[in-house]
């Protein structure tokens, strides 16, 4: 099977518009040309050799929350870790990656996001999440409780500034003071708001998200806020009813760490549709055991779990393709759901639109699992990358 133009990838087909039994995605350079059956492929390709049949294929994975892996953080001002941290989760299966600056002093920040832009302006990384410093001290979290404040909006405009344009993605706590002219000028400025890290009460951290408000991603749910409570539905409940009635995409870390599956069967039963599955991923996702770090703090890896000092879990170890098999293995979820969480929502929650399905005349990206979905290959920009 030649790369490049005329590639043909044949397989069971799952992405949003397309359920495929035994289909055909034809590619000519880095996009997708065609989507087709086998038999609708050689009808038009009489005399042609069929191509041979290589598993599961369904989009590239996009993973809009992610800090690093493999040994590489994306809080940092050395190009080329940021850059390994991406090429790891690329050849993973996550072909498309939103990089996460954490929390820090305020000029760390500001050159880790102008670092990350070289990346986004090359195409390495699809973009810049900032998850900080304006998060409620209440729910930290593994975000260093030093640098949190109020919304700033000088330090605001120079993180625009330095990302150039590719700043995706900024998570605010809503209850922080100085928050809705932040999320104004953030959304103004093409920024998705995203809500987190929050302590806030159920009607403010509603009335924060649209249709009301500007946010329409809930950073991690469940995670960083209060637990969910029939007396005190918090930010949980808040998140799953917006997503429910279309107003915002809530995130969902699927490492079978930080959410127990039960708990993600209820997020998916909810709002199946508006769940983008996550990684959250550190430097040692990929990695053994061991001392790592996120942001200014020290992070210890046992058993596979990661955690600060305090005890709080400091993001995740896994890949985005565990995360999607633990959605379908572990909560039942119905695989074109868990799909369509890897791929289509994330991308379309942060304005990826050339991403995230398999579609003639989008980016072609793909990847193949086999029956118990592990890996097999990863195909990005028309080219196999394993």
Known sequence: MSEGAGLQVRGRIVSASHLIDDGVVSICGEQIEAVTTLPEWSAAHRGSEVPPYLGTIVPGLVDIHNHGGYGHRFDTTDVDEARAAAEFHQRQGATSVVA??????PDDMVAQTATLRTLAEDGTVAGIHIEGPFLSEARCGAQDPRYL??????????????AGGHLRVMTLAPERQGFDAAAKLLAERGVVVALGHSDAEYAAFRAALAPNGFGTVVTHLANGMPPLHHRSPGPVAAGLVAAAEQQA???????GVHVEPGFGALVFATAPDRVALITDAMQAAGLADGEYRLGPQSVRVTGGVARVATGSI???TATLRQCLRWAVRECGVALPDAVRAATTTPAAAVGLGDIGDLRPGLRADAIVLDSDLGLRRVLRRGQWLT
């Open 249 to 255: 995409v809530v995130e969902l870390i699927g490492d």
């Open 314 to 316: 400091a993001g995740g």
């Open 149 to 162: 404040t109020d919304p700033d909006p000088a330090l605001i405009e120079r993180l625009l500034e330095a």
């Open 100 to 105: 996460s600056v954490v929390t820090g002093a």
